[in-house]
């Protein structure tokens, strides 16, 4: 059975602190690695997609990263519309994703 | 190219009722999934449709159902609703069915049973 693992579970920044989510994962074998974010109330908003080992992919402020048994997510100098929760997935053979609980993240102003 | 949408955007209904929840792909898109979210539970998968058919389901009772229509709409039901049932759902939509394939959500109906 697949599993995911996210930590840690909230994380509270000032603006223009880097920092780094984990996510955790045993799967039979890896499909891919997605990562989204999710605001309050909406549904989860796509960023990347990692496939193999050593893979890595940016996009603003945030670059994702992929070993063999986990991924981050680097946040550098967040800013407060970066607040919002992580969440990794990745899909079992027959595509149903398998998600992880998130990681609620903050940014202060 | 416009996102998943989903209708209606919020819902409330009594205990023993039944609801349907409808999803509009990504144009183009022919698969689409439906997730349950709920605090305690997470992101949990529902079922998945390609080609009018249902290819995959989770563990969820009977009680949950879905359909896809030529158009690769989606619409999934819950019969005698319970309290647990209280959730957001949410449709998510693919190219295909390749396991890679990103899944690209919708904003989901909140359903809250009383």
């Known amino acids: 059975e697949d599993q995911v693992t996210q930590s840690p579970e909230a994380l509270r920044l000032q603006e223009g602190e880097s920092s780094s989510l984990n996510c955790s994962y045993t799967v039979s074998g890896l499909r891919g690695l997605f990562w989204y974010r999710q605001d309050p109330g909406k549904g989860p908003e796509f960023l990347f997609t990692?496939?193999?080992a050593g893979e890595e992919k940016e996009k603003e402020r945030l670059k994702a990263t992929l070993t063999k048994k986990e991924s981050f997510l680097h946040i550098t100098a967040p800013k407060p519309e970066d607040s919002a929760t992580y969440l990794c997935a990745v899909p079992g053979s027959a595509r149903q994703l398998t998600f992880g609980s998130g990681t609620q993240l903050t940014v202060l102003p | 190219k416009a996102g998943v949408t989903q209708t209606p955007r919020y819902l409330i209904k009594t205990r023993g009722q039944q609801v349907t929840l409808s999803c509009s792909p990504i144009s183009g898109h022919r698969s689409v999934s439906w997730y349950q979210q709920t605090p305690g539970q997470g992101l949990q998968f529902l079922f998945e449709?390609?080609?009018?058919?249902?290819?995959n389901k989770g563990n969820f009772p009977g009680r949950f159902s879905g359909r896809q229509f030529s158009n690769s709409r989606s619409e999934m039901n819950v019969s005698t609703l319970e309290l647990g049932d209280s959730a957001l759902y949410l449709c998510?939509?693919?190219?295909?069915?390749?396991?890679?394939?990103?899944?690209?959500f919708g904003p989901g109906t909140r359903l809250l049973v009383l």
């Open positions: 990692l496939y193999s």
């Open positions: 998510a939509s693919s190219l295909d069915v390749k396991p890679q394939e990103t899944q690209y």
């Open positions: 449709y390609f080609s009018e058919t249902q290819r």
